[in-house]
T-cell receptor, first 114, second 112 residues
Framework: DGGITQSPKYLFRKEGQNVTLSCEQN?????MYWYRQDPGQGLRLIYY???????QKGDIAEGYSVSREKKESFPLTVTSAQKNPTAFYLC?????????????FGEGSWLTVV | SQQGEEDPQALSIQEGENATMNCSYK?????LQWYRQNSGRGLVHLIL?????REKHSGRLRVTLDTSKKSSSLLITASRAADTASYFC????????????FGTGTQLKVEL
């Protein structure tokens, strides 16, 4: 099946740890995105990438890092510098030729600090 | 920064009634989209309206766009319990980056 796969669905992080959230897509989409969603809130853009080996900061990039070594993969690392990481993280992707700008989402990953 | 703001934040209606949600945004846009999110899940695209369109329909969904007021509305007719979800508007700006900026969402509850 084509789609966007995020893993793990649930992740617990201890204070001071770095954790990495995986995002893989087999849609042959060019652009990929990471959003953060706090309970009852909208989505805020963390990082995005339009091509391999290139990415840009979004609105709340501090404390996060990404890589885009392959077109289909865009992992997000939540570093210890992110002081309030407990949230729902959503990965998305888009075909740049799509003039409608529609993006497609994975099912999300819950990160909790313990 | 949040581009769009939905109104109301929460809406509770009876099955069969219509639900109307509004979205306001701040800067010029190429298009505006509405997404749906079931609790704890990813977002699903519902409908897109371009800046040169005023109204668009898709099944039980009707979207309007008023660029002079920088606002859009989403109407769900004959609502069903399965429509219970959060609804977000998202705007694609005229700038680069192919980014979408999402509003704060309306939580819709449709009761039997």
């Amino acid at each position: 099946d084509g789609g966007i796969t995020q893993s793990p669905k649930y992740l617990f992080r201890k204070e001071g740890q770095n954790v990495t959230l995986s995002c893989e897509q087999n849609l042959n989409h060019d652009a990929m995105y990471w959003y953060r969603q706090d309970p009852g809130q909208g989505l805020r853009l963390i990082y995005y990438s339009q091509i391999v080996n290139d990415f840009q900061k979004g609105d709340i990039a501090e404390g996060y890092s990404v890589s885009r070594e392959k077109k289909e993969s865009f992992p997000l690392t939540v570093t210890s510098a992110q002081k309030n990481p407990t949230a729902f993280y959503l990965c998305a992707s888009k075909l740049l030729r799509d003039s409608g700008n529609t993006i497609y989402f994975g099912e999300g990953s819950w990160l909790t600090v313990v | 920064s949040q581009q769009g703001e939905e109104d109301p934040q929460a809406l509770s209606i009876q099955e069969g009634e219509n639900a109307t949600m509004n979205c306001s945004y701040k800067t010029s846009i190429n298009n505006l989209q509405w997404y749906r999110q079931n609790s704890g899940r990813g977002l699903v695209h519902l409908i897109l309206i371009r800046s040169n369109e005023r109204e668009k329909h898709s099944g039980r969904l009707r979207v309007t766009l008023d660029t002079s007021k920088k606002s859009s509305s989403l109407l769900i007719t004959a609502s069903r319990a399965a429509d219970t979800a959060s609804y977000f508007c998202a705007t694609g700006g005229s700038g680069g980056g192919n980014k979408l900026t999402f509003g704060t969402g309306t939580q819709l509850k449709v009761e039997l």
